[in-house]
């Protein structure tokens, strides 16, 4: 066992807001300059809708993520080394920028309106530009927002191009694409930061990396020549070009705030308080085994590879690897192991990439009957409730575990009757005067579990939210360019793991593969 420490996240789709904040906060902190202007580190896509860029998620045309063998390691789907190296002056599978921007990153000719007269038949106007060519009264015909709120999710518009709906019938799919009938969900994106990343180990200059101290991905701008593979092996499409430096940007995760023990941009700003983050232990010696295999498996075995935080062996490992009592402490308390291995409510975006990302989704529910029917709507109870039966739900179950867990149903099925209970727990303590154990005892939890549930879910304070330790770098003797993780044409297997000497916790000990 081979201990290592990763940032892990979780979103609450029920409560998402889809108001962007989250959006404009980091695009006014770390993409708001030339070169970036089509960049979206942090989007929120709504759902049914084929997301920015345009079906990122279908893999048939990107080639993203990692393929099952028949071998102990997952192969990128993208293609072999050998393919990568025949292929670098020209990328087949590369998203092109009309499936980010439609003709580019668009300005406007706002000098018209300061040059120009108006005359008796007209006023000036600023007429949209292109900022790469220089071309004026381009057509604007997409954007990263096009389908907010639902307004591509028509049954003749672009919503009907929804990769998740590959399992429905076109009946089924119909349905819910009329908008007056349908339910649509809020989707924010963010890197992932995935503990089997395919940026890294497709980049044929070594230039992508996963810190050892919190398990954030970089991309090294000195080392980056833009091969842009990074691009085309992500299966979320996260890594962009800046056509002004011809450099390769990502997420950053916000290091420097995670570092001084502040949460990211988007998790701060956030008024809907839907996001958590906190230090998660995972065995790294296991991630090449984990990713392999098959598709209905990927979610428990991704819940595997975290390890308990209170498991006296785990801990006794983590500090031989070098994790000092601060960060074990965070670990313990850091929600997201709760969220995700305790109570089985977060459920990975697309764990069928065999990414085994760090980021986890909280399915939203639906919304409360407007009346009731008297029907048994919460049926493993047995009583008469508002709350609507998985049966009801006007968002499918098959469009849901599509997104969340590889077809399978049974995972967010679980996750959802367990927000169900926990919403049936409460209205009968506040409706009925009597808490309502049943419930609970039906989905498996207890009342302390409901009781913390219900806090973190809905009450949490900030501190409670995000469990980010300081990094003591003052403690370590490397500069930290120094200190970086496997990079490069790397399968990600233990024995590709690089050497080190000094860990970013505080210990000095020898820390090998």
Known sequence: MQVKIQMGM???????????????????????????????????????????PKQWENQDKYRGGWKQTSKSTPQLRIGSRFWTMMNLFYNP????????????????????????????????????????????????????????????????????MDSNFAEMSDSERDALLKFQDSFIMYLPRICNHCMNPCCVAACPSGAGDKREEDGVVL????????????????????????????????????YPRLEAGQPPACFHSCPGRIRYIGPLLYDIDRVAEIANVPEHELVAAQRELILDPNDPEVIEAAKRAGVSDSWLQACQKSPIYKMVVDWEIALPLHPEFRTLPALFYIPPESPVKTKNDGSDSLSMVGGKTVLPDLSEFRLPIKFLSSLFSAGDPKPVEKALLRQLAIRGYRRSIRVEGKADLDVLKAVGLTEKDAIHMHRLLALAHYHERFVVPTTRRERTDNAPFVERGYAGFSEMTPGNLPQRSVTFHGNREEVGS
């Open 10 to 52: 979780v979103f609450n789709l029920d409560k998402c807001l889809g108001c962007n904040t989250c959006t404009v906060a980091c695009k006014n902190i770390w993409t708001n300059r030339e070169g970036a202007e089509y960049m979206f580190w942090n989007n929120v896509e709504t759902k049914p809708g084929i997301g920015f």
């Open 93 to 160: 599978v590369m998203p092109q920028m009309e499936e980010y921007y439609g003709q580019g990153p668009v300005t406007y000719t706002y000098e018209d309106l300061h040059s120009t007269k108006p005359t008796k038949y007209s006023q000036p106007v600023a007429r949209p530009k292109s900022m790469i060519t220089g071309k004026e009264d381009i057509e604007i015909n997409y954007g990263v927002n096009w389908e907010d709120n639902g307004a591509g999710a028509t049954v003749d518009g672009l919503g009907a």
């Open 219 to 254: 991309i090294d701008q000195n080392r980056c020549r833009a091969w842009r593979y990074c691009v085309s092996s992500c299966p979320y499409k996260k890594p962009y070009y800046n056509w002004k430096t011809g450099k390769m940007e990502k997420c950053i995760l916000c």
